[in-house]
């Protein structure tokens, strides 16, 4: 046979298309009832076009294979993934050396006992017949038609739909660029059920049976196509070769995917509260309102556009991860759009990133692509933000002499300076991967620029990681805000210098669980820097969203906190309470005040007291509720048991912004500190006290406003 070569990327997402016609006509042709499919089972009668596709879960996967060398390890053979985290593969060495073994997601369906198993022998030009059958919870792996091993699964298959990948040389497609397979692949093919050893043994490579295929390569071809026509795109990435009717991987960077070609038919989804929420639902606090949960609800690209704010955040559609998408007019009154930013859409999950213009001034999002292994690009196609360009992923150049081996591929941020454009990667320090950064004219052709910090702070640990980072300029500085998995929400300030960060000053923003987490920000029209963190805090509702924050940073060098000044459009049915003096040890109850969706504003003089603040969701004695209390020997505010650092300057008095909605409250003292929790109370409880201990203070005034509800107007 002439000899072939084709050098292109394959991704492969199964679709519903018509099979490819004269194939399918000489399968069909050919077919006996041996064995049913399961789009047969849906409908005998119906074509692959016109029969709803049913998830495998029953499957077999078959591969004529050679391995290159018997010491490789964990690459795959042949592998299909949901677009998420899942797969399932035929892989070979990972566990024990020169073992083939059923692949899976952090070995969920995986024999980890490999003793009993022969180590394979076959290498070079020797082929043979690998095959995994999946029938209910047993596992069977065939080597030319013999039984080489059996285990049973603890839970039931994993389902892997029509929007399925298919990949041969990475084990998965978010493993990283280690472990590929390195051999040669004659023919290679799913059956969506499963197979029994005798019909494993009548396969030959290369030739048609009875029994049809749900995807077939055969490598006959320029184009590498598969057989059936379900697969419409096949691509190979550099180091991968079809070479006289074979795929050749070099066991670096070769890896066969594919793509289904055409528009997958499925129905947008919009979130949507339900016309009678229930009573406990919040107030004002951007919630997820379903279906499905918002966790993680890390907010994420957010924009002002054309009149509009838009604000994108996590959740777990009935396809996968997905960034459903809210706007407004003042950041508070959100509208839920269509949820068009999904795995059909993308080709893989939707994790944090964040929002960015080009400069041609178009919105532009970048975020991590779960299940892709890359940071992923997208452009806007419509004013509205609901129509997307196609992904693109960002591949660093790597010069010689550059350590790739440091690069991540994890939360991203992305900002126009200059005339430049640069990314950043998150990661982790102590893990040996930490933050990187590129440079781009284009967004396309990056390069690598090393680490992106010129150091980190002493008061922060090795092993804590900068995910979800949101880098930009704030007064004379520059802000990295971001969070670590175990810290939370925190932020640097320090300078943006010949293309790296130095930071000066780290402190933190979450201080309990991850209450105040995975934060997002924007500039709005007339320059504030507002941003949102997602707080996950055990509520009725997911996704809950801490009530937008503006940030600043004046001469003194000390960050400024304050609530939205937008949230004052909220309030109504003042009341006010002046000139009050509260006792050590006996608090007191506002006579005026009380209820579960308010704004309090609190001005006190401390005087001497060991500890002094309010206290909410008493009872009708204005006891046993939940203290916000500031402690001027320990420079603390607590919030029950949430403890921030806060510290009163000498003859500083204290001004508390306390926002009650329902069981989440967030409080902002004196522009220097914000903190949020939750507290389980019951409804009847919605008094409000004053309380100080170790000493009296004196109340100037206690303002206090109702509010309204966002979701109506």
């Not at 047993?138 to 298959?157: E, K, W």
């Not at 508070?332 to 930013?341: D, G, K, S, V």
Request: aromatic share 10%; charged share 20%.
């Amino acid at each position: 046979m002439m000899k072939q070569i084709v050098k292109i990327l394959l991704i492969a997402i199964a679709s519903t298309a018509l099979l490819n016609a004269p194939l399918a006509a000489q399968i069909a042709s050919e077919k006996t009832t041996a064995g049913k499919s399961a789009t047969e089972k849906a409908s005998e009668s119906q074509s692959v076009e016109s029969t709803p596709e049913l998830p495998l879960t029953d499957k077999t996967l078959v591969v004529w294979v050679a391995p290159a060398n018997l010491k490789q390890r964990g690459g795959s053979a042949l592998t299909i993934e949901d677009g998420s985290d899942h797969f399932d593969g035929i892989v070979f060495g990972e566990l024990t050396p020169a073992k083939w073994m059923a692949g899976s997601d952090a070995f969920t369906r995986t024999q980890r006992d490999q003793s009993d198993w022969p180590a394979e022998t076959a290498e070079g030009a020797t082929y043979i017949q690998l095959a995994i059958v999946y029938q209910g919870k047993q596992i069977s792996v065939f080597r030319n038609g013999r039984l080489y091993s059996q285990h049973v699964m603890a839970a039931l298959p994993q389902e892997f739909g029509a929007r399925s990948i298919v990949g041969i040389g990475k084990r998965h497609r978010a493993q990283g660029d280690n472990s590929h397979f390195a051999g040669s692949i004659d023919d290679a093919r799913i059956y969506d059920y499963a197979l029994s050893a005798n019909q494993l043994a009548e396969l030959e490579p290369n030739v048609a049976a009875d029994l049809v295929p749900w995807a077939w390569w055969t490598f006959d071809d320029e184009q590498a196509q598969e057989r059936t026509g379900r697969f419409l795109i096949t691509q190979l990435s550099d180091g991968a070769q079809v070479v006289d009717g074979k795929l050749v991987l070099d066991g670096k960077t070769g890896t066969l995917l594919g793509k289904s070609g055409k528009e997958i038919p499925f129905a947008y989804e919009t979130p949507a509260r339900p016309e009678t929420p229930p009573e406990n639902w919040l107030t004002y606090h951007l919630a997820h309102p379903g279906p499905g949960d918002a966790m993680p609800g890390d907010p994420n690209c957010a924009f002002f556009w054309k009149g509009r704010y838009h604000l994108h955040y996590i959740y777990t559609h009935r396809d996968g991860f997905s960034f459903a998408h809210v706007s407004s007019t003042d950041m508070l009154h959100w509208e839920w759009h269509p949820t068009t930013l999904t795995p059909p859409k993308t080709e893989h999950g939707m994790f944090s990133g964040t929002g960015f213009f080009t400069k041609q001034g178009k919105p532009a999002i970048i975020y991590h692509g779960q299940g892709s292994g890359r940071n992923q690009i997208a452009i806007a196609e419509d004013d509205q933000l609901e129509k997307w360009s196609a992904p693109l992923a960002l591949e660093p150049t790597i010069l010689p002499g550059q350590d790739a081996s440091k690069i991540a591929h994890w939360d991203p941020d992305a900002w126009w300076d200059g005339d430049s454009y640069y990314a950043l990667s998150g990661g982790s320090p102590g893990s040996g991967k930490p933050p990187t950064l590129f440079k781009s004219q284009d967004l396309r052709s990056w390069d690598y620029l090393g680490l992106f910090l010129s150091k980190d702070m002493p008061d922060v640990q090795a092993d804590e990681d900068i995910s979800c980072p949101n880098f930009f300029k704030l007064g004379n500085q520059h802000m990295l805000l971001c969070i670590s998995h175990t810290l939370g929400c925190r932020y640097y300030l320090g300078q943006w210098k010949d293309e790296k960060f130095n930071p000066e000053f780290h402190a933190r923003m979450n201080w309990k669980g991850w209450d105040c987490f995975a934060p997002e920000s924007l500039l709005t029209p007339d320059g504030r820097r507002v941003m949102w963190a997602w707080c996950n805090l055990g509520s009725p509702q997911s996704g809950i969203q801490s009530l937008p924050r503006e940030l600043s940073l004046p001469d003194d060098g000390v960050l400024r906190i304050k609530p939205l000044r937008e949230l004052e459009s909220l309030r109504y049915d003042q009341r006010v309470e002046t000139q009050i003096d509260v006792k050590s040890d006996a608090p007191y109850r506002l006579k005026q005040i009380e209820g579960d969706a308010l704004e309090l504003n609190v001005a006190l003089k401390p005087g001497t007291a060991a500890q002094f603040g309010v206290e909410v969701h008493c009872d009708e004695q204005g006891t046993n509720g939940f203290q916000i209390a500031v402690e001027p020997a320990s420079k603390s505010l607590r919030l029950g048991d949430t403890v921030a650092p806060f510290e009163l300057q000498a003859g500083e008095d204290l001004e508390l912004r306390v926002f009650i909605d329902k069981n989440v409250i967030e409080v902002f003292a004196n522009e220097r500190q914000a903190v949020v929790a939750s507290h389980p109370y019951d409804r009847k409880n919605v008094a409000v006290s004053l309380f100080s201990k170790g000493g009296d203070v004196h109340v100037t005034n206690v303002r206090c406003w109702k509010m309204n509800s966002i979701y109506t107007r």
